[in-house]
């Protein structure tokens, strides 16, 4: 959206809204605070989930191919695998596209407020891009990528030893 198409974070002048405008503010901008502070509090337990799952995955694999050997039914697991870090990668920019959305608010409250520490903070980063820091989302994207490659190599493996091209058993 154009930067002239988009509303004022702040609604009303201050001495429309009375005495207590910057004490309002100034909450709201601590509530708003802790609700972009809770969406990365909810993206870590998808990631300690999505992760417990796409391990537990891997685990189910070995252990079955140990006890029963290679079968079609097999192909399942690392299907399912691919799914949930398809589905964890889509998540991941999700929360990273909200979050980026409530910084964006975020700053335009501090606009208004005496400093803007976030602001000061993210132009000191480089926005992500400099040397010493990398967005914590560019990184944490990686994660279910290798667990999609690892599925997809368990996938071939189990295709070629059902195809009898190879006997992983030796």
Do not use: C
């Amino acid at each position: 959206m154009a930067e002239q198409e988009r509303e004022s974070v702040i609604r009303q002048a201050a001495d429309a809204y009375g005495g207590a405008f910057h004490a309002d503010l100034l909450e709201q901008y601590k509530l708003y605070v802790q609700s972009a502070e809770n969406v990365s509090a909810r993206r870590v337990i998808s990631n300690r989930y999505l992760l417990t799952l796409n391990a537990a995955l891997v685990a189910l694999y070995g252990l079955q191919s140990a006890t029963f050997g290679q079968g079609y039914w097999t192909l399942l697991i690392p299907v399912i695998g691919i799914a949930v870090s398809l589905l964890w990668y889509l998540i991941i920019r999700s929360h990273a596209d909200l979050n980026r959305i409530k910084f964006d608010v975020i700053h335009e409250f501090e606009q208004h407020l005496p400093a803007a520490m976030y602001e000061y903070e993210w132009k000191l980063a480089k926005r992500g891009r400099g040397k010493t820091y990398r967005t914590v989302t560019t990184i944490e994207g990686w994660i279910p990528v290798l667990f999609a490659v690892l599925h997809v190599v368990l996938a071939v493996m189990i295709i070629l030893s059902i195809a009898g091209v190879v006997d992983w058993t030796r």
